[in-house]
């Protein structure tokens, strides 16, 4: 695979990062995963402005501007031979030159990342025809989960613990109320509403959320943005989640509790096929 590294195109065995790079030592860093369908970047520019603000949430500036974010994510895909797969970038504050909370002084460079992953097969995931178990799990994340920062062990817990369970993923909550999943946006379906948690501080503000919410509108489908207990997930019609890598995808189990016919909903396969259908 050929990587991105600081300007360089490179094998990945030849990408080396500094042990005292911030990423690393302090996870001071954000990040954005971006699909690719039929060798087409989906939703570049929402992903773009976001990393935009999450590093200027975090008093970074974005060291690039579209065009070379751009050019890097075509010759990536080009280099790589990517038809469906997934390109990960990271900006870190660079390297300290030693372990030290304080910020390295004003004009370090930032260390950025960019790699592909291939993933054949990403639009016709066969878990979108089976749908997805999750259990839910106490939200102990940080409070700004609006800047997307690699702090990502508890989420990586999160997952885990699921995995243990023996299903696939987790949903969060705080305050009896779900937050999002560990790496997703969550949603349930009752009487044909679409309903999904408001943006504030405490979710990613989603890209696949924000395109599905329009799409949605546009095909004239109810939606409310508020909070959901995880009873009222299991006693809604249909759930599901969505992401850069998931899209829309069907969640059938909560905690044990298999939701409806306990098989992928039609709202769920519908608002699939018209984000798979508008996004490219
Ligand atoms: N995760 N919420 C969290 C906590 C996330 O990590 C993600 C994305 C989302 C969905 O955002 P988007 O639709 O912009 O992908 C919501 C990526 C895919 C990841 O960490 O791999």
Sequence with gaps: RTVYLNGDYLPEAEAKVSIF????VMADAVYEVTSVLGRQILEFDGHLARLT???EALGMKNP???AEWLAIHHKLVELNDIDEGLIYLQVSRGNGGDRDFAYPPEGTPLTVVLFTQ???GLADNPQAKTGIRVI???DLRWGRRDIKTVQLLYPSMAKMEAKHQGVDDAWFTEDGFVT???SNNTYIVKDGKIVTRQLSNDILHGI???SLLRYAAEAQMQIEERPFTIAEAQA?????FTSASAFVMPVVEIDGVKLGSGKPGPVAARLRELYLEESR
């Design 136 to 138: 839910s799990i106490p």
């Design 53 to 55: 603000r999450s590093l």
């Design 21 to 24: 790079d911030r990423g690393f």
């Design 236 to 240: 809604a019609d249909e759930a599901f």
């Design 208 to 210: 696949t959320r924000a």
């Design 118 to 120: 291939a993933k054949p």
């Design 180 to 182: 999002e999943g560990t």
């Design 64 to 66: 690039m501007d579209r």
